[in-house]
């Protein structure tokens, strides 16, 4: 056989390899996770930094004492939730105080943040039909941070063009009075505060979640096993062969 037919054969092997899966089995599958060793302790302080991160005091709470976890401040939660309750009930000038009563350097070292905080103002402002006074504080307030910022011009007039639709809701920046932009805003507040205390201003546990389905696809080219689904329960699937 000649050297070129055997090179031929080789590569055709090894792409058989490559793109034949190999089938794991429950048995094999459940083997492999139960020789993964998980500390009770890291299990325990990746549910709390999902707790805290995301406001739930009383659960936090309960789920301290009973798990014998390190000791919170949830005096800083109950303030960093009040803040977030506020800028998505549409009170901004709340918000704002309550922000700077928390730590003044927070909006005063973030100028975007500011700027979208006081452009919820604008658009509260739009929503409740203070027209006049709308256009007033776009002008004083507004209109010189866009003079610095080029994104910051774009966004405003984006949200004055509210001001020129009859049907606001179907015009083309009819997103802005959706409560799907107080929660952004409510959320870019929620993270600075977050990292002000010097803690991570998104929580673990979503990440992995996605990890965990970012790696069942990459293997899902390689092999067949036993897949989880439903996140919900984490109930694992049988291979299809």
Do not use: C
Request: glycine share 2%; aromatic share 6%; proline share 3%.
């Amino acid at each position: 056989m000649s050297l070129f037919w055997s090179v031929i054969r080789q590569l055709a092997a090894i792409e058989a390899m490559a793109t034949s899966k190999k089938v794991i089995t429950r048995e094999e599958w459940e083997k492999k996770l139960s020789d993964v060793k998980i500390q009770k302790e890291d299990m325990n302080k990746l549910v709390m930094n999902f707790l805290v991160t995301e406001g739930y005091v009383d659960a936090a709470e309960k789920f301290r004492m009973e798990s014998g976890t390190e000791h919170i401040d949830l005096a800083t939660i109950t303030d960093r939730m009040a803040v977030k309750k506020a800028v998505q009930s549409g009170n901004v000038e709340d918000a704002i105080e309550k922000v700077n009563d928390l730590n003044p350097e927070i909006l005063d070292t973030n100028p975007q943040l500011f700027f979208h905080l006081q452009q919820q103002r604008l658009i509260e402002l739009i929503r409740n039909g203070k027209v006049e006074e709308a256009l007033e504080f776009a002008q004083e307030e507004l209109a010189p941070r866009g003079e610095e910022n080029q994104s910051f011009l774009e966004e405003l007039e984006r949200t004055v063009a509210l001001l020129a639709f009859e049907d606001v809701k179907n015009s083309p920046v009819g997103d802005l009075l959706d409560i799907s932009q107080r929660l952004k805003t409510a959320s870019e507040v929620n993270a600075a505060i977050l990292t002000s205390q010097s803690h991570e201003k998104d929580p673990k546990l979503p990440s992995l979640l996605r990890m965990l389905l970012w790696a069942q696809n990459q293997l899902d080219e390689k092999a067949a096993y036993p897949r989880i689904t439903d996140l919900f329960t984490a109930t694992l699937e049988d291979p299809s062969v």
